[in-house]
């Protein structure tokens, strides 16, 4: 079994099971034990006001079906077993009753009535959700989505990142919303995270937005919730949670330029002379790509690949030589260069912190 069909079985059995927890296989470049950390993504277990309504939106549908079922179930069980066939019947048909208008009325004006109920908790959710005004302060992120990665850009700070959403935490009290203002950058993606918010699609030439308020901090699994290409399923993404002052501290360590390390200069050089400035940015030298994501402090974030592997020199030499090797049909090209060239470059990129 490939590579390929090994993760796509992982993430099948994950989905049946809810997200919840399983042993991974041995080439899963330690994601399978880093998430079995994570709560599960349920959609049950929601923190942030957006994913509440939905939710409480959801159990009241449900509830309603529930009392339907029950109510139907009950009398079609009744009928089945009070006018069942009983030995010593004639065999003849019993009198038949045409029309009754009580009853017609009933169950014509019942489900009117229950349907329209439905219409207007369902609309006043959504309205709830979709007309929230964006208060003054709040942070506004712009989420691009890319075939197989999602680029964050924080226009007020000055910051670039990949694949890993930072947001302060929301106090109940006192709620300070993040604003996502979300396009795509080729085909159509949709962003979800479970727990966070429900779906909401990137469309090519067209800005959608959405909000989110966590009010837990920790780490919360998303992914791409629309078919967008080979490599949909491995389009993931993790939404860091933490309070006020730690993410101050992540925001302005990420807006400095990178450390240069002397030791690391010929993997810089490397860097500069091949195609990686084509389509990669860091700060502070040559390169200036917009195709790939921004590297200035790659080594500051958890994964790798949009979620295909965890971050550590090991894995990033791996993907830098081959990244197909880890995601198959990945639109960055391998680039096969030779023995010291690979492990200098890999030793400059694990400088940017």
Not at 231 to 252: G, K, Q, T, Y
Request: proline residues 8%.
């Amino acid at each position: 079994m490939s590579a390929y069909l090994k993760r796509c079985w992982i993430w099948m059995t994950i989905a049946a099971l809810g997200g919840a927890p399983i042993i991974a296989l041995a080439d899963d470049w330690g994601m399978g034990e880093s998430n079995a950390k994570i709560p599960p993504s349920s959609i049950f277990n929601p923190i942030s006001t957006p994913a509440r309504e939905i939710d409480t939106v959801a159990f009241f549908v449900v509830a309603i079906t529930a009392v339907i079922f029950l109510i139907v179930a009950s009398l079609l069980a009744y009928s089945v077993i009070r006018f069942r066939a009983r030995a010593g019947d004639d065999g003849r048909e019993p009198a038949q009753v045409y029309g009754s208008n009580p009853i017609e009325f009933a169950w014509t004006t019942v489900p009117i009535i229950i349907v329209f109920v439905l219409i207007l908790v369902t609309a006043r959710t959504i309205y709830m959700i979709q007309a929230a005004p964006r208060p003054p302060g709040a942070l506004s992120v712009h989420v691009i989505g890319h075939q197989w990665w999602w680029e964050f850009r924080y226009p007020a700070l000055g910051i670039v990142t990949a694949n890993e959403l930072h947001v302060p935490l929301s106090d109940p009290h006192s709620p300070t919303p993040t604003f996502l203002d979300l396009e795509s950058a080729d085909v159509a993606h949709s962003f979800w995270v479970p727990r966070l918010a429900g779906k909401t699609d990137l469309i090519p030439n067209k800005k959608n937005s959405m909000w989110i308020d966590p009010q837990v901090a920790g780490t919360y699994l998303g992914q791409c919730g629309e078919y967008c290409g080979t490599e949909h399923a491995m389009m993931l993404l993790r939404v860091i949670v933490e309070p006020r002052a730690d993410f101050e501290r992540w925001a302005s360590a990420q807006r400095q330029p990178p450390v240069l390390d002397a030791s690391a200069s010929h993997g810089r050089i490397v860097f500069e002379t091949t195609a990686c400035v084509s389509c990669h940015t860091i700060r502070g030298t040559a390169a200036d790509g917009r195709f790939g994501p921004d590297l200035t402090h790659i080594m500051s974030r958890q994964t790798l690949g949009a979620g295909v592997a965890m971050n550590t020199p090991a894995h990033l030499k791996i993907w830098v030589n081959d990244p197909a090797q880890m995601k198959p049909g990945a639109l960055m090209p391998a680039m096969n260069l030779g023995g010291k060239d690979l492990d200098d470059l890999v030793a400059y990129l694990a400088t940017l912190r």
